[in-house]
């Protein structure tokens, strides 16, 4: 454009002007300055943060839990989570989560606090974006904490599930995320009961904040 033509002008001297030097050099600088967030726009005008996402992440989270079994009426439950995770290529995270809630249908036909423990591995679809979807593969164990002793089988099932969500980065070091997800256990007696042809499975919502950069 002509603006840039005439910037370019006066940071070679190919020509001078009526301006002092400083009015000049804040030309320069604004100039610098647009042109390098350009550099950063991708073909749809989004402006692109490469950085994002250094390091390993810790994530601290909460949303609630809806079981899925062989009672009727489930109940949505509160629950909390802590996540830590490690960017090892620009759209790909892998990380260890631990999920804390309450499972439980109505009538107090069934009640369980449970604590899932998975290995999650994620897919950012645009990593370098402000806003990105993204989705993750997570495989584990669920363990019902109110049982008396640990079993497994009895009281600890293996799990897998996957989630989609979307993560807004405040800066390339600080996200919030929020994603929508479900589980389902490799028995069908996480509930207590094995009746009809499904295995159990938990619908998880959440919302986290996550740092990243720690080391």
Do not use: C
């Not at 749809?44 to 601290?60: S, Y």
């Not at 949303?63 to 620009?90: C, E, M």
């Amino acid at each position: 454009s002509a603006h840039a033509l005439m910037v370019e002008g006066l940071k070679a001297n190919r020509w001078g002007g009526r301006q002092d030097s400083t009015t000049r050099d804040s030309l320069i600088q604004r100039y610098e300055q647009q042109k390098k967030l350009a550099s950063r726009r991708d073909y749809f005008d989004r402006l692109l943060q490469p950085d994002n996402r250094p390091g390993f992440g810790i994530e601290v989270g909460g949303g609630g839990l809806l079981y899925q079994g062989d009672y009727k009426n489930p109940q949505a439950n509160p629950s909390v989570s802590l996540d830590v995770r490690h960017t090892f290529a620009s759209r790909w995270a892998v990380g260890i989560e631990g999920t804390l809630g309450e499972l439980s249908a109505a009538a107090d036909q069934f009640e369980s606090t449970s604590l899932s423990t998975d290995l999650q591995l994620t897919y950012y679809f645009v990593p370098r974006a402000q806003v990105t979807p993204f989705l993750r593969a997570r495989g584990g164990v669920i363990t019902d904490l109110d049982r008396p002793s640990y079993n497994f089988g009895e009281t600890a099932f293996l799990q897998g599930g996957a989630s989609v969500g979307l993560e807004y980065m405040f800066s390339n070091q600080l996200g919030l995320s929020a994603a929508l997800g479900v589980r389902y256990a490799a028995d069908d007696d996480l509930d207590g009961a094995t009746a009809g042809s499904y295995h159990d499975s938990i619908w998880q919502a959440d919302v986290g904040v996550t740092y990243y950069g720690l080391f």
